[in-house]
C-alpha cells in the first residue's frame, strides 16, 4: 500500500485539517506477474472505504493500531481517513460543519485527486465508537451516496447517550458544542431513529447497516438497543457480537468482519 498525509483548507470547515489515505499498490508477488503492475492504469477507479476514529481519536488512529492498510490491500480498497476532533460528526452548534464536510466536500475532493469510484456501489463507510454512529448517522444523512455503512462498538442509541450526559461536568461544554440543546438533541437528527424515518418517509432507501459490539464493551447495551429500534423499523441490518471490551484487540477482528460482509469487488482490473 501507498500511505499518504494530506494536511488541506477546507472550505466547510473553514481551517486546515488532516487525511490519511491508503492507496493499493503492487504485492511482491505480482512483480513478475502478467498485468500485476497494472495498479495505476488509465481509467482504473478503486471502491472506497471512508473510515472513521472514535472519541480523542484523530486521522492516524486506524493505522497506528489496526491492520488496516494489511486488510485493505488484501481487498484493492482505498482507504480515507479523516479528522473529525470530537464533533460527533455533527455539523456542531458551536464548532465545525463535520456532516457537511465529510458527506459533500471530502467524497468531491477525493473523487478530484484519486483513482476512485463515485458511484453508490463502490463507496462504504465505517467506524469504531463515535465513529460508528458517525458512519451510520452519514449513511442515513445521504444515503445516495453508500452501498453500505458498518458501526464498529458504536455510539448509536443517542436517547440512552445523551441521558448520561449530564453526569459529567467536565464535558458539559463539549456536549453542548455538538449537540447544542442536549435535552432537545434526541428529538433532531442526531437521533439515528429520528434521521431513518425522516428518509423513509421521503422514499430515499437506506443503505444496509453493520453493527457489531463486544459483549464486555460499557456500550453494550446501548448497542442492544439500537438493534431492537433499527430492527423495528425495517432496515437491513446485520448485527453480530464477540467476546470483548471497548478497545482496538476487538476493532481490529471487527474490521476485518466488516469487509467481509460488505460487497467488495476485489479486482478492479
Known sequence: MAELHMNFFSPTLYTNTDLKIILPTP???EYDEPGGMDYFKPGIQYQVLYLLHGLAGDYTHWTRYSSIERYAQDRRLLVVMPSAGNSFYQDMALGGAYLTY??????RFIQTMFPVSGKREDTFIAGLSMGGYGAVKCAFHAPEQYAACASLSGALDVPSLLTGLGADPGKAKLWQAVFGDVSKAAEGEANLYVLAQKRQQEGRPLPPV???IGTEDYLYENNRRA?????????????TEHPGIHFWTFWDQAI???LDWMPLKRDVF
Request: aromatic share 10%.
Open 27 to 29: 504485492n511482491s508477488y
Open 210 to 212: 453493520f453493527q457489531t
Open 227 to 239: 438493534r431492537e429500534e433499527l430492527t423495528r423499523l425495517g432496515i437491513e441490518l446485520t448485527y
Open 102 to 107: 465529510l458527506t459533500e466536500e471530502l467524497p
Open 256 to 258: 476485518q468482519e466488516a
